[in-house]
């Protein structure tokens, strides 16, 4: 009788689908919050959403993430207010995946993508620079630096939500 | 040890938390709680080297003090024999507090913490959300005291808050955010009270307040960086840093100021930087506390003018001239080449050494010289000169002019302390403040003789100084016959407890410099005051080490010796002498071979058979002995520019090449060396150096907000050296002053702070304000000349002449022209001469 029960079990598996994939012709959906490289990430209106802080920096625990910040002006504007960063650089190699970074930014600029087949042949190579890195501008939107209005973008980060 | 409390010091209990403790009676009881308890109360506005306003209500604590019986006077105790204390029924100011005997004070009840925290969120109610892009944030005091006393969460949102302009430039250095400012009025003390110039002020009021400048054009006292330090948030910041890194990504580097003999001691801030090769690269320089030597403050000079070390016109690679060229070449090569050159020049070598170079390069080529049987070491520039007075009757060992007060006299003679030694110049002012009497005395008008006469009434201090005027260039006499011609000032600084004498030597050639410096010396010893502890001599010599050169065997007379018995080879190691005296080239045409060691191509490099870049002080250890012969030590910072190494590797390499024993592998290496050969600094080693000790006030620890963003010394206090010999007072002969002919003008040379230099110009942000060259006259000469204020003017002189505008005012004596060095490319005289003045009528080009 058991060994009847035993079988059982292997046939059930033996008609389910199964789990193994043929990558890389088959690649697995990937939940939602799934953590693959970052993406720096863009307001609607195109402006860059990185405001050069260096709190993904200073948070990631591997020490991934160099950045450099200038000054934006009305006629070479990058993001909104004052800073943006010049330099925006990750090391994929040293990258752990682990969202610090994204949990750390103030604007919500840089985020983790669902790209996950990085692969390289030269250690340079792992270093994605900022045009790496950062997203197109949205259809009809110029790319930054551009000539914006003056006074307009004076605020670095969104406004708070109303705690009440 | 730099402590309030001092052997004679009355002590008073307060009691604290529920413990006794001992503290100098007058003291103030933030300052107190925090060095005898640890106990950090928080503050704003408070700021230790300032008076006390009450206006920020962040230091708020219970008070109480013993109760005493109002008739008799008697302590009132408890039934279990305790005293009965008092308290008051609200919260106090700490800051605002005299600790006196039988305070108590509790810091840490429910009643404390709620007031704090009320006050952080008022603060708040309109404070901008910048941390992510403030320069400050990371080292901010109300971020810190908003993390340690604020309620985590928030009642105010961001549309409620008040919007002002947030990038409004002060001046050209310094750029106010009005969202972030939260009305201390630090800034605004500062200027007033410390540097003695007060340009801000507050407008308009309440929520609008706001700070302003009111001085034309900005904001732009020799002092305005040391704001931003002590700015409790980011309001102020520097033009300089502007998002140039957050602070926890920098790595701070213990260093010294390179520019002048007071010998700041500053943090160079650096990181790793893409445009600079990924090099470490020095961000920002920020004061470093040494209580005896600049306190917590910079000068702006210090603070901005680093940039020269990265400047692309550093010498970056060794230049051989080849008939009229220069080739590159590598450094064995060229050690085995000026070895030969040197040996062949059979001892008829000399050197000619800077106030920039180290007491390490200063050593070794001292060392160079003379084993290549060479005797003369001359200093540059030969304008000042008694470096060996201040050895014997400077300020002793423990001396601080911090200690500097009531009962005790200054002179200042000859010298624009404001613009060639800046942080004597706030030392002393301050020192006034504190009631010291203040004499100065100059040929013409200068901002600390302006500061030391001004009405107190203004101001409503009561300050004691005076001025002597003289007709320019007699400076020397004036010193020499103080006692008669000033019988009432003179008694005045004799009888004082404590004399400090500063003797410049403006409007002086170096002859009237030795007279008056030797005068000045006659004058302490005579008043019993040389050798006394905070009593002595200052000479503002050139550069950061002029009394290392003289330790390491350089003087001034020797460099006149060499201009006038010119050597076979001469090696000149950071000293501009073609950009700095036209006169030079008569006698450096002399010269067989020139040897050039320096940071840039410039005139003299260009006429010299070798040029050898060497580094600067961000790029190398080494250390420098500062006016008052403090031997302080600064450390590698910058990354290296080219093939430029320390100069000293550089001339024991030479050495070794001319067989003169081994090189020295360490600047360490040669410090041990210079103890041993070099009587005064005997037992001083790189680690006697980095020595630190506990300073008061308590600042830059970990709180940062007590005393601003200064950094708390860990890379060495440095050492002061003995006063040394026994000087006697000496006749004087005092040459005669300078006459005129018919036609011709006395020019007097004067030192600017921010001037063309090859050092200073690749200071981008400070170049609008380095003055245009002009000649300053009185009215009567310029009469006599026909020029009027405003005027183009072309004024020669021995060795070349340069058209510069002409400014006509009584500030100047008659018969001398004011000439300031350095304003133009051109050399113009370095030391006081003859020369004349013409109008130039069509339009002319000014030279900068
Ligand atoms: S995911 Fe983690 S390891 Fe990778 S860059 Fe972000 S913080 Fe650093
Ligand atoms: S990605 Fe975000 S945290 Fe990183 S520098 Fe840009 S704004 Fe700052
Ligand atoms: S600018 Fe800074 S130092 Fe000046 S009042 Fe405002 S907060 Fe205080
Ligand atoms: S009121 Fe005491 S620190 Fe501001």
New interface residues.
């Given amino acids: 009788m058991n060994i009847i029960k035993g079988f059982m079990t292997t046939f059930k598996h033996v008609l389910e689908e199964p789990v193994t994939l043929q990558y890389p012709e088959q690649v697995k959906d990937f939940e939602k919050r799934y953590k693959g490289r970052h993406h720096l990430r863009r307001y609607d209106n195109g402006l860059e959403k990185c405001?050069?802080?260096?709190?993904c920096?200073?948070a990631c625990p591997a020490d991934a993430i160099w950045v450099?910040?200038?000054?934006n002006s009305d006629e070479e504007r990058y993001s909104p207010?004052?800073?943006y960063a010049k330099?925006y650089e990750i090391n994929m190699l040293r990258c752990i995946f682990c969202g610090y970074c994204e949990d750390a930014c103030?604007?919500q600029a840089i985020q983790l993508g669902h790209e996950h087949q990085l692969s390289f042949t030269d250690r340079r190579d792992a270093i994605y620079i900022k045009d790496m890195l950062i997203d197109a501008p949205a259809d009809g939107q110029e790319a930054t630096p551009r000539q914006v209005e003056a006074g307009v973008y004076?605020q670095?980060?969104p406004?708070?939500?109303?705690?009440? | 040890m730099v402590t309030p409390v001092k052997e004679d010091t009355e002590l008073v209990t307060i009691n604290i938390d529920g413990k006794d403790y001992q503290v100098p009676k007058g003291g103030n009881l933030v300052d107190m709680a925090k060095w005898v308890a640890g106990n950090d109360i928080p503050v704003f506005c408070y700021h230790p080297k300032m008076d006390p306003v009450g206006m920020c209500r962040m230091c708020l604590i219970e008070l109480g003090g013993v109760a005493r019986d109002r008739a008799t006077g008697d302590i009132q105790y408890n039934d279990d024999g305790t005293p009965q204390i008092r308290w008051f029924p609200k919260l106090q100011t700490a800051c605002t507090q005299t600790v006196n005997d039988g305070m108590y004070i509790k810091t840490n009840t429910e009643q404390v913490k709620e007031g704090r925290e009320s006050v952080i969120e008022f603060l708040l109610t309109s404070h901008p959300l910048d941390c992510p892009i403030c320069d400050k944030g990371g080292e901010c005091p109300l971020q810190n005291l908003t993390m340690a006393h604020g309620n985590g969460v928030s009642r105010m949102y961001f549309d409620d808050k008040m919007h002002l302009n947030k990038h409004y430039p002060l001046g050209d250095l310094i750029y106010l955010d009005r969202e972030r400012c939260i009305q201390c009025a630090r800034c605004i003390r500062f200027q007033d009270e410390i540097v003695g110039d007060d340009v801000l002020a507050f407008h308009e009021r309440g929520r609008r307040l706001q700070i302003i400048t009111n001085s034309d054009p900005g904001f732009d006292t020799y002092f305005s960086g040391n704001t931003t330090d002590i700015c409790p948030v980011g309001a102020l910041t520097t033009g300089d840093f502007r998002f140039g890194a957050r602070p926890w990504e920098l790595t701070e580097v213990p260093s010294i100021s390179p520019w002048d003999a007071a010998g700041e001691n500053i943090s160079l801030s650096t990181r790793l930087d893409r445009d600079f090769g990924g090099k470490a690269m020095i961000k920002r320089v920020m004061p470093r506390q040494n209580e005896y030597v600049n306190e917590i403050w910079i000068s702006d000079k210090t603070r901005f003018g680093h940039h020269f070390t990265r400047s692309d016109n550093r010498l970056s690679k060794i230049q051989i001239r080849k008939g009229s060229n220069f080739s590159e070449s590598t450094w064995d090569s060229t050690f085995k080449a000026v070895a030969k050159t040197l040996k062949e020049a059979n001892g008829s070598v000399a050197a000619i050494a800077g106030g920039s170079a180290t007491n390490e390069d200063l050593y070794e080529l001292a060392q160079l010289v003379t084993g290549l049987g060479g005797d003369k070491l001359g200093a540059w520039s030969p304008t000042h000169t008694g470096a060996d007075l201040v050895a014997q009757v400077g300020l002793p060992e423990g001396s601080n002019l911090g200690e500097l007060g009531a009962g005790d006299a200054i002179l200042v003679i000859a010298s624009d302390l404001e613009e060639e030694v800046p942080m004597w110049r706030l030392r002393l002012k301050t020192a006034q403040d504190r009631g010291a009497y203040l004499v100065v005395a100059n040929g013409r008008n200068t901002r600390l003789e302006e500061l030391a006469t001004e009405d107190p009434n203004i101001k409503g201090r009561v300050v004691d100084g005076a001025a002597i005027r003289y007709e320019a260039g007699s400076a020397a006499a004036v010193m020499a016959n103080l006692k008669k011609s000033n019988k009432d000032i003179a008694k005045k600084l004799a009888d004082a407890n404590h004399l400090v004498i500063v003797a410049g030597a403006e409007g002086l050639t170096l002859e009237g410099h030795r007279a008056l410096v030797q005068s000045a010396a006659n004058f302490l010893i005579d008043s019993g005051h040389a050798g006394k502890v905070n009593s002595g001599l200052l000479v503002p010599l050139p550069g950061a080490n002029g009394m290392g050169l003289h330790y390491m065997g350089f003087s001034p007379e020797t460099t006149q010796d060499i201009a006038a018995n010119p050597p076979k080879v001469l090696i000149v190691l950071n000293a501009e002498i073609l950009d700095d005296d036209p006169t030079a080239k008569t006698w450096l045409s002399q010269v067989d071979t020139v040897i050039t060691l320096g940071y840039f191509m410039d005139a003299i490099a260009r006429e010299s058979k070798f040029v050898l870049p060497v580094q600067t002080f961000a790029e190398r250890d080494g250390s420098f002995t500062n006016g008052e012969r403090r031997v302080q030590r600064f450390y590698t910072a910058q990354g290296p520019m080219g093939d430029a190494i320390p100069a000293w590797k550089a001339v024991g390499n030479i050495a070794q090449a001319a067989d003169l024993g081994r090189a020295k592998l360490s600047a360490a290496a040669v410090m041990v060396a210079i103890a041993k050969n070099v009587a005064a600094f005997e037992g001083i080693t790189y680690k006697v150096l980095a020595r630190t000790e506990r300073q008061f006030p308590d600042v830059g620890g970990d709180d940062k907000y007590y005393g601003g963003n200064a950094y708390q010394n860990t890379g060495g206090i440095g050492k002061q050296i003995a006063l040394s010999g026994t000087a006697k007072s000496e006749k004087v002969t005092v040459p005669d002053a300078l006459k005129a002919g018919k036609g011709e003008i006395v020019l007097l040379p004067t030192t600017r702070l921010y001037d063309r230099s090859h050092m200073f110009i690749p200071t981008v942000m400070v170049r609008s304000r380095v003055s245009l060259p002009f000649v300053h006259l009185n009215p009567k000469d310029a009469k006599a000349l026909k020029l009027a204020d405003g005027d183009y003017a072309e004024v020669n002189y021995d060795g070349g002449s340069v058209r510069v505008r002409a400014v006509v005012s009584d500030d100047v004596s008659v018969g001398a022209a004011v000439f300031p060095r350095k304003l133009t490319e051109k050399a113009t005289p370095l030391v006081p001469t003859v020369g004349t003045i013409t109008k130039v009528t069509e339009p002319a080009q000014i030279e900068g």
């Fill in positions: 405001i050069g802080c260096s709190l920096a200073a450099e910040a200038a000054e207010g004052e800073r330099t103030p604007t004076t670095s980060i406004n708070m939500e109303d705690p009440s």
